[in-house]
């Protein structure tokens, strides 16, 4: 398998995940994006260590897979929290609509 | 005093400041102010003539008057006359330097200057006496007053300077005095145009004297008086300025002095006050001109070349004046007129004297004259005062006055003696020392002028007095005597009029005159011809044929059938007789043709050039103004200033407006930046390590 | 019968794993409906997961279905019906600047597959014995708790904070 075949795939879902956090107006589907992003760090991160394996020992080689380990548990928190603020935000002004959330208007 | 010479014009300048300022307010109205000061100038000067006597005196000798008896020709002498030089009292200043040029004040007094001194404090002292009642209740009586002093300082100032420009500041202040005197009763038009006329007239000649004055200055390198007679008389002076000098400073004696042809303002000048034709028109104004010719006689005596004999522009234009001065004396109704008509000729006597080099003649001509010529017009005054009603027309208001007013007549009388020339009275000794002279000197023809004159001269004069004391009278006022103030004046120089011809009385062996004034200081050498009996005796019977004839005319007029009313019937004696009352149609030449035919053209064109020329120009400025206004609102105020500023403004605006393309207050709008950024800058690190 | 080669299997393998998840991973992004992009997640995730076991990751896999697919996404799914998001298709659910957006994300796909391909180049993963030991339960285990303890037990704290954090904000009063 080709190396850059799942680094150019990660590349498309990181950049999928950008397009929609910044396109859509759903607070909810903004975070199933950044989702997406996380998920498509985590693809680099274990193929890059299925990559380093031969030329590293297997405890080296295993910290990408640490890494991505330790992604999906902060992914989980942050999907936890963010939507807590995403009910509370929906509780105080009605809508989950990121377009009519803009109080910082300069 | 020779040595405070400059009180002479001091007092009198201070005169006239106080009674300027404070005249109204003292009692007198300022008369006693100017009294008292011509008083006490009048004791100085005469406190001057003796230290000047004493001066000659001490320099020659007392008994040179004496030794002068009989005394002959000088001509040929190559030293002085025989006499100890007698050098001038000059005290002189420098007022200031400029390259070399130094501008003088000071006063230099010498035998001439003492005599006009004498003349000139004199008859003014007694102008101010005789004013007192004869301007009283006059509107503008303190003015008049203060006039006269300013008049006395500055003939004075003029009389005393020892160099040219002063003489001009003082010749220009009598000119000016002249003017606001003549014109003192201002409100009839006839005064102002008078003075005005008096002014301009005079003006016109002292171009010449401002012209001659600069001229002698460049040719004698100073305007010290003494240094211009030093030079004239030396022998590497060029006698081509010198003749140009002297005949533009004789222009201005021309204008001054009233010689023909700038003759003309004198008669009109007799618009002013009758005290005022005394003083300024008779006695001593108008002998400025004469003075200034003997004070700077070198000049003219080199310049015309007195001394050869001959023609020569003075002697000329002297004797052209005597004629006709004294032709136009015949046709006039008006006093005033006949005796200012007399004082043009006399004067012609003067600068003809002059001009044939008989200077003490001349000199002593001018003495004479303004004793008898002031108190014929203080006479002629007094009868306009007290006899006719205040008017000058003899043949309309005057006639048979002798009876009414014995004082007035006698002493005119005399007046009228002393100035036809008469023994023994003042006229006799001078006029007859001038045509001796002439003859003696060469100038034949300007001997029969002079006789002429004499002649003319006894003839209008008897015309005169026939008319005013003679006869019936004719006036609508109640003729009496005049009041003291006005008969004592007469009386005074009555008095002057017999004895003055004694201090120079040839026959008698009085010399005392020209050894007192004449110069023997930087002087040229002169003729001076012994008395001539046979022509004393013959302009004394001409003199006596005119009287003659004359009082036969007039006194017989009723039996001289063909001779009564000759002007009226005859074509050319009525031509004749129109031609002299239009005064040779002189007037109507400067007048109506030259100042008319200068001032109409002059007029018309600089209205033209006015309407045509400046009002388009400044139009053209308004109207250009205006447009660029306009311009300016529309194309650079609206469009342009206004639309940058509309500019900036929409700019600032749109630039706002984009910038708040980046503030919406949307947290994706931010992170689309962030991540465009990012993008951006992931692609320049990339490009940049590649 | 012809055998493919184990390269073979693998590159369709992960072909095909690559066309769905890519798809899937477009209609999150620009599906109408929010249940169905939330689904279409379920099927990126789970295409993703496939691919760990490609790469001989197993407990990687493993965790991603578990936490992700069996967690986040039940956590996804209540919050949208917690918020009342339409359950249908609306056409309201992309804002005004996706064009920028999708310039934006474009843009960066190219820069990052530029880099990477400059990169990388022809590098390959090698299927071997080592590659699967790697993906040991217990090497990664060992991994974890020899060489990565501390983040763990940091990792731990984290989700405490994460845990009662939540709470906090979501909690009536």
């Given at each position: 398998?080709?190396?850059?075949?799942?680094l150019?795939?990660s590349?498309?879902?990181?950049?999928t995940?950008?397009?929609g956090?910044?396109?859509?107006k759903?607070?909810?589907l903004?975070?199933m994006?950044?989702?997406l992003?996380l998920?498509?760090?985590?693809?680099?991160?274990?193929a890059f260590?299925?990559?380093?394996?031969?030329?590293q020992?297997?405890?080296?080689?295993?910290?990408g897979q640490?890494?991505?380990?330790?992604?999906?548990?902060?992914?989980?928190?942050e999907?936890?929290?963010?939507?807590?603020?995403?009910?509370?935000?929906y509780?105080?002004s009605r809508t989950?609509?990121?377009d009519?959330l803009?109080?910082?208007?300069? | 005093?020779?040595?405070?010479?400059?009180?002479?014009?001091?007092i009198?300048?201070?005169?006239?400041l106080?009674?300027?300022?404070?005249?109204?307010?003292t009692?007198?109205?300022?008369?006693?102010?100017?009294?008292?000061?011509?008083?006490s100038?009048?004791?100085?000067?005469?406190v001057?003539?003796?230290q000047?006597?004493?001066?000659v005196?001490?320099?020659?000798?007392?008994?040179?008057?004496l030794r002068?008896l009989?005394?002959g020709v000088?001509?040929?002498?190559?030293?002085?006359h025989?006499?100890?030089?007698?050098?001038?009292?000059?005290h002189?200043?420098?007022?200031?330097?400029?390259?070399?040029?130094s501008?003088g004040v000071?006063?230099?007094?010498?035998?001439?200057?003492?005599?006009m001194?004498?003349?000139?404090?004199?008859?003014s002292?007694?102008?101010h006496v005789y004013s007192v009642?004869?301007?009283?209740n006059?509107?503008?009586?303190?003015h008049?007053?203060?006039?006269?002093?300013?008049?006395?300082?500055s003939m004075?100032?003029l009389?005393?300077?020892?160099?040219t420009?002063?003489?001009?500041v003082?010749?220009?202040?009598?000119?000016?005095?002249s003017?606001?005197?003549?014109?003192?009763?201002?409100?009839e038009?006839v005064?102002?145009?008078?003075?005005?006329?008096?002014?301009?007239?005079?003006?016109?000649?002292?171009?010449g004297?401002?012209?001659?004055?600069?001229?002698?200055?460049f040719?004698?390198g100073?305007?010290?008086i003494?240094?211009?007679?030093?030079y004239?008389?030396s022998?590497?002076a060029?006698?081509?300025?010198?003749?140009a000098g002297?005949?533009?400073l004789?222009i201005?004696?021309?204008g001054k002095?009233g010689?023909?042809?700038?003759?003309?303002?004198?008669?009109?000048?007799?618009?002013?006050?009758t005290?005022v034709?005394?003083?300024?028109?008779a006695?001593?104004?108008?002998v400025?001109?004469?003075?200034?010719?003997?004070?700077?006689?070198?000049v003219?005596?080199?310049g015309?070349?007195?001394g050869?004999?001959?023609m020569n522009f003075?002697a000329i234009?002297?004797?052209?004046?005597i004629?006709?001065g004294a032709v136009?004396a015949?046709?006039?109704?008006?006093?005033?007129?006949?005796?200012a008509?007399?004082?043009?000729?006399?004067?012609g006597?003067?600068?003809m004297?002059?001009?044939?080099?008989?200077w003490?003649?001349?000199?002593?001509?001018?003495f004479?004259?303004a004793?008898?010529?002031?108190?014929?017009?203080?006479?002629?005054?007094?009868?306009?005062h007290s006899?006719s009603?205040?008017s000058?027309?003899?043949?309309?208001?005057?006639?048979?006055?002798?009876?009414?007013?014995?004082?007035?007549f006698?002493?005119?009388?005399?007046?009228?003696a002393?100035?036809?020339?008469?023994?023994?009275?003042?006229?006799?000794?001078s006029?007859?020392?001038?045509?001796?002279?002439?003859?003696?000197?060469?100038?034949?023809?300007?001997?029969?002028v002079?006789?002429?004159?004499?002649?003319?001269?006894?003839?209008?004069?008897?015309?005169?007095v026939?008319?005013?004391?003679?006869?019936e009278?004719?006036?609508?006022?109640?003729p009496?005597?005049?009041?003291?103030?006005?008969?004592?004046?007469?009386?005074?120089l009555?008095?002057?009029?017999i004895?003055?011809?004694?201090?120079?009385?040839?026959?008698?062996g009085v010399?005392?005159?020209?050894?007192?004034?004449?110069?023997?200081?930087?002087?040229?050498?002169?003729?001076h011809?012994?008395?001539?009996?046979?022509k004393?005796?013959?302009?004394?019977?001409?003199?006596?044929?005119?009287?003659?004839i004359?009082a036969?005319?007039w006194?017989?007029?009723?039996?001289?059938?063909?001779l009564?009313?000759?002007?009226?019937?005859n074509?050319?004696?009525?031509?004749?007789?129109?031609?002299?009352e239009?005064k040779?149609?002189?007037?109507?030449?400067?007048?109506?043709?030259?100042?008319?035919?200068?001032?109409?053209p002059?007029?018309?064109?600089?209205?033209w050039?006015?309407?045509?020329?400046?009002?388009k120009?400044?139009?053209?400025f308004?109207?250009g103004?205006?447009?660029?206004?306009?311009?300016t609102?529309n194309?650079?105020?609206?469009?342009?200033?206004?639309?940058?500023?509309d500019?900036?403004?929409e700019?600032?605006?749109?630039a706002?407006?984009?910038?708040?393309y980046?503030?919406?207050?949307?947290?994706?709008?931010y992170?689309?930046?962030l991540?465009?950024?990012?993008g951006?800058?992931?692609?320049a690190?990339?490009?940049?390590?590649s | 019968?012809?055998?493919l080669?184990?390269?073979?299997?693998?590159?369709?393998?992960?072909?095909?794993l690559?066309?769905?998840?890519a798809?899937?991973?477009i209609g999150?992004?620009?599906?109408p409906?929010?249940?169905?992009?939330?689904?279409?997640l379920?099927?990126?995730?789970?295409?993703?997961?496939?691919l760990y076991?490609?790469?001989?990751?197993?407990?990687?896999?493993?965790v991603q279905?578990?936490?992700?697919?069996g967690?986040?996404?039940?956590?996804?799914?209540f919050?949208?019906m917690?918020?009342?998001?339409?359950?249908?298709?609306?056409?309201?659910l992309?804002n005004?600047q996706?064009l920028a957006s999708a310039?934006?994300?474009?843009f960066?796909?190219?820069?990052?597959a530029?880099?990477?391909?400059?990169?990388?180049?022809?590098?390959?993963?090698?299927?071997?014995?080592?590659l699967?030991?790697?993906g040991n339960?217990?090497n990664?285990?060992?991994?974890?708790?020899?060489?990565?303890?501390v983040?763990?037990?940091v990792?731990?704290?984290?989700l405490?904070?994460?845990?009662?954090?939540?709470?906090v904000?979501?909690?009536?009063?």
């Amino acid at each position: 398998m080709a190396l850059n075949n799942f680094l150019i795939l990660s590349a498309f879902l990181f950049c999928t995940g950008i397009y929609g956090v910044l396109a859509r107006k759903n607070a909810v589907l903004v975070l199933m994006s950044i989702e997406l992003m996380l998920n498509a760090v985590n693809l680099n991160l274990v193929a890059f260590s299925a990559f380093n394996s031969p030329t590293q020992s297997v405890r080296q080689a295993a910290s990408g897979q640490v890494f991505a380990l330790f992604v999906i548990t902060i992914a989980a928190a942050e999907v936890g929290v963010g939507l807590a603020i995403v009910l509370l935000i929906y509780r105080n002004s009605r809508t989950a609509d990121l377009d009519q959330l803009d109080e910082m208007k300069g | 005093m020779l040595n405070n010479a400059w009180l002479f014009p001091a007092i009198p300048a201070l005169s006239f400041l106080l009674i300027l300022f404070f005249g109204k307010r003292t009692p007198g109205k300022g008369a006693p102010i100017g009294i008292i000061a011509l008083g006490s100038s009048f004791v100085l000067s005469i406190v001057a003539v003796v230290q000047w006597i004493q001066r000659v005196d001490d320099a020659t000798g007392h008994s040179q008057g004496l030794r002068a008896l009989g005394r002959g020709v000088f001509a040929g002498e190559s030293s002085s006359h025989g006499e100890a030089v007698v050098t001038p009292v000059v005290h002189s200043f420098t007022w200031w330097q400029n390259a070399g040029i130094s501008f003088g004040v000071g006063t230099r007094v010498d035998g001439l200057v003492v005599m006009m001194l004498f003349v000139v404090t004199l008859i003014s002292l007694l102008v101010h006496v005789y004013s007192v009642a004869y301007m009283h209740n006059d509107i503008r009586y303190t003015h008049y007053y203060a006039m006269l002093s300013l008049f006395t300082a500055s003939m004075l100032l003029l009389v005393v300077a020892d160099n040219t420009l002063q003489l001009l500041v003082g010749w220009e202040g009598v000119g000016l005095c002249s003017f606001a005197l003549i014109g003192h009763w201002w409100e009839e038009g006839v005064n102002s145009a008078a003075a005005l006329k008096a002014f301009l007239t005079t003006r016109t000649g002292d171009i010449g004297l401002m012209i001659g004055i600069i001229i002698m200055f460049f040719a004698a390198g100073t305007f010290n008086i003494t240094g211009t007679n030093v030079y004239a008389l030396s022998k590497g002076a060029d006698h081509t300025l010198l003749l140009a000098g002297a005949t533009c400073l004789f222009i201005g004696v021309i204008g001054k002095s009233g010689q023909f042809p700038l003759h003309t303002w004198l008669p009109d000048a007799m618009a002013g006050p009758t005290p005022v034709s005394a003083l300024i028109h008779a006695a001593t104004m108008v002998v400025a001109g004469v003075f200034l010719a003997a004070r700077m006689y070198p000049v003219f005596f080199k310049g015309f070349s007195i001394g050869a004999g001959g023609m020569n522009f003075m002697a000329i234009t002297g004797g052209i004046t005597i004629i006709i001065g004294a032709v136009l004396a015949f046709v006039q109704r008006d006093i005033k007129k006949v005796l200012a008509y007399s004082t043009i000729s006399q004067i012609g006597y003067m600068v003809m004297a002059l001009g044939v080099g008989a200077w003490t003649a001349a000199v002593f001509h001018l003495f004479t004259h303004a004793f008898f010529k002031a108190l014929l017009f203080l006479g002629a005054g007094s009868v306009s005062h007290s006899g006719s009603h205040h008017s000058f027309d003899m043949k309309n208001d005057m006639g048979g006055l002798r009876k009414f007013m014995p004082v007035t007549f006698w002493t005119f009388m005399i007046g009228t003696a002393a100035l036809c020339g008469i023994f023994p009275f003042a006229g006799f000794w001078s006029k007859d020392e001038i045509l001796v002279t002439a003859g003696a000197s060469g100038f034949d023809a300007f001997l029969v002028v002079g006789l002429i004159g004499a002649f003319l001269t006894a003839a209008y004069m008897t015309r005169c007095v026939y008319l005013t004391f003679f006869g019936e009278y004719r006036g609508h006022g109640h003729p009496h005597e005049s009041e003291p103030l006005i008969t004592v004046p007469l009386i005074v120089l009555a008095c002057f009029s017999i004895l003055a011809g004694l201090v120079n009385a040839a026959p008698l062996g009085v010399e005392k005159f020209k050894q007192w004034v004449e110069p023997t200081f930087v002087f040229p050498q002169l003729v001076h011809p012994e008395f001539d009996y046979p022509k004393a005796g013959l302009s004394l019977f001409i003199a006596l044929l005119g009287i003659g004839i004359a009082a036969y005319f007039w006194f017989q007029k009723e039996e001289l059938g063909p001779l009564k009313g000759l002007t009226q019937r005859n074509k050319a004696a009525h031509a004749g007789y129109t031609f002299l009352e239009n005064k040779y149609y002189i007037d109507y030449l400067y007048e109506d043709v030259i100042v008319a035919g200068i001032k109409g053209p002059m007029a018309r064109g600089a209205y033209w050039f006015n309407q045509n020329v400046i009002d388009k120009v400044v139009n053209a400025f308004g109207a250009g103004a205006v447009k660029l206004g306009r311009f300016t609102y529309n194309t650079i105020d609206q469009k342009g200033i206004d639309r940058a500023y509309d500019g900036v403004a929409e700019a600032t605006g749109d630039a706002g407006g984009l910038l708040r393309y980046f503030q919406s207050g949307r947290v994706q709008r931010y992170a689309l930046l962030l991540f465009g950024a990012v993008g951006i800058l992931a692609l320049a690190l990339l490009i940049a390590n590649s | 019968m012809i055998v493919l080669g184990a390269n073979v299997a693998v590159n369709v393998v992960f072909w095909i794993l690559a066309i769905a998840i890519a798809a899937a991973a477009i209609g999150v992004v620009r599906s109408p409906n929010v249940v169905h992009a939330a689904l279409f997640l379920v099927v990126v995730l789970a295409g993703i997961a496939a691919l760990y076991i490609l790469l001989a990751a197993e407990f990687v896999a493993w965790v991603q279905v578990l936490i992700y697919i069996g967690a986040i996404v039940i956590l996804f799914l209540f919050g949208i019906m917690l918020t009342r998001a339409p359950m249908r298709a609306t056409g309201d659910l992309d804002n005004s600047q996706r064009l920028a957006s999708a310039v934006v994300a474009l843009f960066l796909f190219g820069v990052i597959a530029a880099l990477m391909v400059d990169a990388y180049g022809d590098k390959e993963i090698k299927l071997n014995s080592k590659l699967v030991a790697v993906g040991n339960t217990h090497n990664i285990a060992s991994a974890i708790f020899r060489d990565y303890l501390v983040p763990f037990e940091v990792v731990s704290m984290l989700l405490l904070a994460a845990l009662v954090g939540a709470v906090v904000i979501a909690r009536r009063d």
